[in-house]
């Protein structure tokens, strides 16, 4: 069995820092991409940032960029989200997904459980 599990999430004020972290944890041969998502109230999931193996990444949402950065340790399974410069719109449910193989070389699309992110004063 894989799996992903997420913590870091909160309650933090305006202008104040978290550091998500989401670790790929079971049988795993491999880990490919990593990402994290967010989900606001009444809002659809949205990608909000993206890291390939090597490190490539990728922040489709303009919002987050030069304040959100997403890096990856590949000897421990576990991707990393660090948000600087929080605002009450980055409030929202973040979820961790990974592209994973486990040993039997069969490929897994997971999700982490969610961690609740709360931006107010």
């Known amino acids: 069995q894989v799996q992903l599990v997420e913590s870091g999430g909160g309650l933090v004020q305006p202008g104040g820092s978290l550091r998500l972290s989401c670790v790929a944890s079971?049988?795993?041969?491999?880990?490919?991409?990593m990402g994290w998502y967010r989900q606001a109230p009444g809002k659809q999931r949205e990608l909000v940032a993206r890291?390939?193996?090597?490190?490539?990444?990728?922040y489709p949402d303009s919002s987050v960029k030069g304040r959100f950065t997403i890096s990856r340790d590949n000897t421990k399974n576990t991707v990393y989200l660090q948000m600087n410069n929080l605002k009450p719109g980055d409030t929202a449910v973040y979820y961790c997904?990974?592209?994973?193989?486990?040993?039997?070389?069969?490929?897994?699309?997971?999700w982490g459980q969610g961690t609740q992110v709360t931006v107010s004063s």
């Open positions: 079971g049988s795993i041969f491999s880990v490919n991409d």
């Open positions: 997904n990974a592209a994973v193989a486990d040993y039997g070389l069969v490929s897994h699309d997971l």
């Open positions: 890291i390939n193996r090597i490190g490539d990444t990728n």
